[in-house]
């Protein structure tokens, strides 16, 4: 049965975390599989377990530590979201992307969201940084939208525009980070699967010619539901594999986790670097 969430639960998880805390957040971050490391970096930070909010989704996979980690990081006041939980662990959409309201609620007025993916296009190599310019919500398009149930408009309008989820602005910020510190990154399209399997060859192949550039299990809920709370969104694909269009290699969560750790020093000085530039 699909669990829609109501403002009470919303509102019982931002007055947990607000009794906690003595900042008001300007920029939220979700940090995907083996990409948590960015977090130990939060300087004057207050952590909260996940398990310690009310209605808060517990992340069951392994590189997700599932905490709360609130502070500064570059002059700027952040929350941080040290793994997500995901769909296919058996959540409604409405609870995974939970955590984003609650952002909303406390005052992040942008999203920093990232994740581990599948290189489709064949230029990219694992140890990439992927700039997301765009997405493709597959799971969505077969009806599990994160907006699908009674609209919250405290929120946001019933059909909010999607035309730019990711902001221009932003990305651009995004580029110049890169720029600065003289590290080569990508750009494309993500497509947002349900999971849990990775896919087959003839999925990839097909994905690949619908125009995505990489592919992964999250990210695309998350960005709908800060989209249709005004907030604005850059989004950033770790690539951890390259994508099995011929069916003649395996991929494992092993080989996503060990992408992982070689992207972090990247992740963090892209981040590091947008962040200032916010402050410009």
Same mark, same amino acid.
């Given at each position: 049965?699909?669990?829609?969430?109501?403002? +009470?639960e *919303?509102?019982?998880?931002v007055?947990?975390?607000?009794?906690? *805390?003595?900042?008001?957040?300007?920029?939220? =971050?979700?940090?995907?599989?083996?990409?948590?490391?960015?977090?130990?970096?939060?300087?004057?930070?207050? $952590?909260?377990?996940?398990?310690?909010?009310?209605?808060?989704?517990?992340?069951?996979?392994? #590189?997700?530590? !599932?905490?709360?980690?609130?502070?500064?990081?570059?002059?700027v006041? %952040?929350?941080?979201?040290?793994?997500?939980?995901?769909?296919?662990?058996?959540?409604?959409?409405?609870? $995974?992307?939970?955590?984003?309201?609650?952002?909303?609620?406390?005052?992040?007025?942008?999203?920093?969201?990232?994740?581990?993916?599948?290189?489709?296009?064949?230029?990219?190599?694992?140890?990439?940084?992927?700039?997301?310019?765009?997405?493709?919500?597959?799971? !969505?398009?077969?009806?599990?939208?994160?907006? +699908?149930?009674?609209?919250?408009?405290?929120?946001?309008?019933?059909?909010?525009? =999607?035309?730019?989820?990711?902001?221009? *602005?932003?990305?651009?910020?995004? +580029? #110049?980070?890169?720029?600065?510190?003289?590290?080569?990154?990508?750009?494309?399209?993500?497509?947002?699967?349900?999971?849990?399997?990775?896919?087959?060859?003839?999925?990839?192949?097909?994905?690949?010619?619908?125009?995505?550039? @990489?592919?992964?299990?999250s990210?695309v809920?998350?960005?709908?539901?800060? +989209?249709?709370?005004?907030?604005? %969104?850059?989004?950033?694909?770790?690539?951890?594999?390259?994508?099995?269009?011929?069916?003649?290699?395996?991929?494992?969560?092993?080989?996503?986790?060990? @992408?992982?750790?070689?992207?972090?020093?990247?992740?963090?000085?892209? $981040?590091?670097?947008?962040?200032k530039?916010?402050?410009?």
């Amino acid at each position: 049965m699909q669990k829609f969430i109501t403002m +009470r639960e *919303i509102t019982q998880a931002v007055d947990a975390i607000q009794a906690r *805390i003595d900042i008001k957040p300007e920029v939220g =971050m979700i940090l995907g599989t083996g990409l948590g490391g960015l977090a130990e970096s939060v300087k004057d930070a207050v $952590i909260i377990p996940n398990r310690e909010i009310p209605q808060w989704p517990l992340s069951t996979v392994q #590189g997700h530590s !599932g905490r709360l980690v609130i502070g500064n990081l570059e002059g700027v006041n %952040v929350l941080v979201l040290q793994g997500r939980a995901h769909y296919y662990e058996g959540y409604s959409m409405g609870q $995974i992307t939970l955590p984003v309201r609650v952002m909303q609620r406390l005052g992040c007025n942008k999203l920093v969201v990232t994740n581990a993916a599948g290189a489709i296009n064949p230029d990219f190599e694992p140890g990439d940084l992927m700039l997301i310019n765009d997405h493709i919500n597959m799971i !969505g398009m077969g009806g599990a939208n994160p907006l +699908r149930g009674p609209n919250l408009e405290e929120y946001g309008v019933r059909f909010p525009d =999607m035309s730019q989820p990711y902001d221009w *602005i932003l990305l651009e910020k995004a +580029r #110049g980070s890169c720029r600065d510190a003289d590290m080569p990154y990508q750009e494309g399209v993500y497509v947002s699967l349900a999971g849990p399997s990775f896919e087959s060859p003839a999925e990839l192949r097909f994905l690949q010619t619908i125009g995505a550039d @990489a592919v992964g299990m999250s990210t695309v809920p998350e960005v709908i539901i800060a +989209r249709h709370g005004g907030m604005r %969104v850059l989004g950033v694909s770790g690539i951890s594999n390259k994508a099995n269009l011929d069916g003649s290699t395996i991929t494992t969560h092993e080989e996503v986790l060990e @992408a992982g750790r070689i992207l972090v020093p990247k992740l963090t000085t892209l $981040i590091r670097g947008f962040l200032k530039k916010l402050n410009e």
